[in-house]
DNA sequence: TTGTACGCGTTATCAT
DNA sequence: ATGATAACGCGTACAA
């Protein structure tokens, strides 16, 4: 460490590098100085290899989804957790986690590499890595589908948000309700189909008008379009979220179906999506934002040994717009 | 290291984890089972302690745009980044580079955090980190305002496509041309409003309908006002990307001015914001994919010490859709 | 082909 | 409050 060229130590040099206390102010001038003539960086991995520490949080995202950010979710998710972190002294490491190879991310989360992981996807694939809780602190989106007991992650109340959605629907007297939910091996899915169930049992209205999408936009214009083909009249819509809300808008105008004149539609997420399409989507706000920015709290506070709670709930809201 | 246990000295373990030649096959065998039955994951940081490479890249996105990956551009070149480094052993380590302290990501690049760089952003502004292309490997999306004759880069020919989309305008009978540029402290921006230009001067039409926007469909929509709002007559826009060209879009359709009948309007990057409109845009085609590929391509070539070309241009191409 | 021994740059422990 | 010194876990000459 040449910087100890300056007068002192290498152990001073290095309290003064991590601003431990008990240094001598005018000890820590001139190492300061020193450090900024030399333009002296401290080498990581050798910081790495004798604190222990990385000072940075993997943040895995699926490679499945093709186009990660292509999804606002994902791509909101991803920019909110970017920005969290860029305040603190903790890098970002992206991983995107190949369903074929997971030992790969496995070895990268367990090779020392980072202090925690922040865990995007909620797919309820192989997820052999899911598994590393215990050697690792790890923040999930989303309550995932193996080890939620033991699990930290924070969400929004799904199913409550979605009969929230479905009864707004029931609320403005559409008694002919379809819904098109998500993925049927992951939660948001799950929760988002039996909430609407829910609502529509307590009112007592038909729920067989069901069809599964897999959140993209053209999985809803597929499922719209093989709702419209069943023939049975509807006249009310809830997608289980905006990108698949969407599909089915552009497969409604198309067949002239009017919005929300003929059939009123409520979407879920309130994204990029809700705003650009027209009507502009009655949605539920999920937020996505503040979801990234508690991830990476609760991440640094399990890295910092500070306890945490292991479920977060984040409160949704119905926003009224123009297709219900 | 304990693998060590299962017959041989450290140094041979190490060997077999780094397929390096020469080792016998059997022991080979041997270690390796030793490995996985020992769940041996090697340590990173004292790997590149040692070795002095840290198998890992940067890519660097700018904080201010406040939406990276709301950017279809950004967007679209990061994921194509991550999937051709998700092939190799590198890792991928995402800094958001906040313009506020821009030393930040100097100390991060320069402290033996990564083994090269990839510079996503292209603006202009202080980027005194810029400076490091000399000590680590950088590549570039697109020319770099500053050192552009010893960096390494990869773009598009931006004058010539902007004029073969403004041409298609004129050759379609439109005579008066307005154009949305894109911001003028960085290359694309300046050079597609170059290109706009050459074509109409060369056509000996007037070239000053120029208003000028930030690459967001915001600013689009401002600047097609005030290119209405000058009162001229206009029958022909070229916006500097889609984002923008969609903003334009938006703003004509709500004062009822037909597309392409009234205006015609071309953009440029062919991303989703170029299909999500109505009518879909002619636009010229912006190979970003090939682009993310490329730049990963060259900086790994790098890294290894192999030569590779400073300047490396894709080609575009003008995609004919219902808006011009 | 394999083992020995040293060094990578920093933090942590223990004296002082 | 500061300085010596031993790890940290691995790569890699060099020797065998």
Redesign the interface.
């Known amino acids: 460490m040449v910087a100890a060229l300056a007068g002192v130590s290498r152990s001073t040099v290095s309290r003064v590098v991590n601003d431990a206390p008990n240094v001598d102010p005018d000890i820590v001038k001139s190492v300061q100085s020193a450090i900024s003539t030399l333009n002296y960086?401290?080498?990581?991995?050798?910081r790495?290899?004798a604190s222990r520490r990385?000072n940075?949080v993997a943040?895995v995202v699926p490679?499945s989804t093709s186009?990660?950010?292509?999804d606002p979710f994902f791509?909101?998710l991803?920019?909110s957790i970017?920005?969290t972190l860029?305040e603190t002294k903790y890098?970002?490491?992206?991983?995107?986690s190949?369903e074929a190879r997971p030992e790969k991310t496995r070895?990268?989360l367990?090779?020392?590499?980072v202090d925690g992981a922040l865990v995007v996807s909620h797919h309820s694939g192989d997820h052999s890595w899911t598994r590393i809780s215990d050697s690792l602190p790890v923040v999930f989106a989303g309550r995932p589908f193996r080890g939620e007991g033991d699990s930290y992650y924070v969400e929004v109340n799904n199913q409550a948000a979605a009969a929230r959605a479905a009864q707004h629907l029931v609320d403005a007297g559409r008694t002919s309700i379809a819904t098109i939910a998500g993925p049927q091996d992951m939660y948001p899915g799950v929760d988002r189909l039996r909430g609407w169930e829910t609502a529509l049992r307590s009112a007592r209205l038909d729920t067989s008008l069901v069809e599964v999408g897999d959140f993209t936009q053209a999985s809803g214009r597929e499922a719209m379009r093989r709702l419209l083909d069943r023939g049975q009249r509807i006249d009310g819509l809830f997608a289980a979220n905006d990108q698949m809300a969407a599909g089915a808008c552009s497969v409604l105008t198309d067949r002239n179906i009017r919005i929300p004149a003929d059939i009123a539609v409520v979407g879920f997420d309130d994204d990029?999506f809700a705003t650009?399409v027209t009507p502009a989507l009655t949605t539920i706000h999920h937020p996505i934002v503040e979801m990234g920015h508690r991830m990476a709290e609760i991440l640094l506070a399990l890295i910092e040994g500070e306890p945490a709670d292991r479920v977060n709930l984040l409160p949704t809201s119905l926003v009224v717009r123009d297709s219900a």
């Open positions: 960086i401290p080498n990581r991995a050798a790495s290899l990385t940075s943040v490679e186009k990660v950010f292509a791509a909101t991803v920019e970017a920005q860029v890098t970002l490491n992206l991983i995107v190949s070895s990268y367990l090779g020392g590499n990029s650009s």
